[in-house]
């Protein structure tokens, strides 16, 4: 079990940046992870809180059975899946930004049984391939075909007035586009 309440954490690792066993829970503090395989892995991994900056060569959140996100600031650029989950995702608070990956094979967003978000701001970049939007959702969400976008070319969504409702410029390309939040209106 990880528990981070507070504090400055900088990781750079030849695996994995943090990996907990049963439950990693992030409640605060600054935690980034300049260099891993998987930057955060655990068989429940808990985002409540604290400012987040995820580098990976494959996965950046890897739960082995359920991811949460219910607060925080979470910035995920990963080579693999962004957000992996083998159970469920919930999303219910928090700003969450990933970068995924720019081959088809990985999704910026994957899980096996189910997606759910009710709170919060997610955005997602990736490819096409294997690309998911959430399973259920109490608040605006859209998964869309962008075409093929360069590195640093800004995702903007705005309201029918013009003003921005979310905006997120990714590290890596992207064809995939993963957007959720609470004044996202159809």
Do not use: R
Not at 1 to 27: C, M, P, Q, R, S
Not at 111 to 123: K, M
Not at 125 to 150: D, P, Y
Not at 158 to 164: A, E, F, I, K, P
């Amino acid at each position: 079990y990880i528990y981070i309440k507070d504090g400055n954490i900088i990781i750079t690792a030849g695996d994995d940046g943090i990996h907990g066993t049963t439950e990693t829970l992030i409640a605060g503090g600054s935690v980034t992870v300049n260099q891993s395989y998987e930057a955060l892995e655990s068989d429940i991994v808990n985002i409540a809180g604290g400012t987040l900056s995820l580098v990976a060569e494959d996965d950046g959140i890897n739960g082995k059975s359920q991811v949460k996100i219910s607060g925080g600031e979470t910035n995920i650029n990963a080579g693999g899946d962004g957000i992996d989950s083998n159970g469920t995702v919930n999303v219910s608070g928090g700003v969450t930004y990933v970068s995924g990956s720019t081959q088809d094979m990985n999704s910026a967003f994957d899980y096996d049984t189910s997606a759910t978000i009710t709170g919060g701001i997610f955005v997602a970049t990736g490819t096409t391939g294997m690309a998911e939007n959430f399973t259920s959702a109490t608040q605006g969400s859209i998964l869309v075909s962008v075409g093929n976008q360069s590195a640093g070319s800004t995702v903007t969504v705005t309201d029918s007035s013009g003003n921005v409702i979310v905006s997120y410029t990714p590290s890596k390309a992207y064809n995939s586009v993963l957007v959720s939040a609470s004044s996202l209106k159809k």
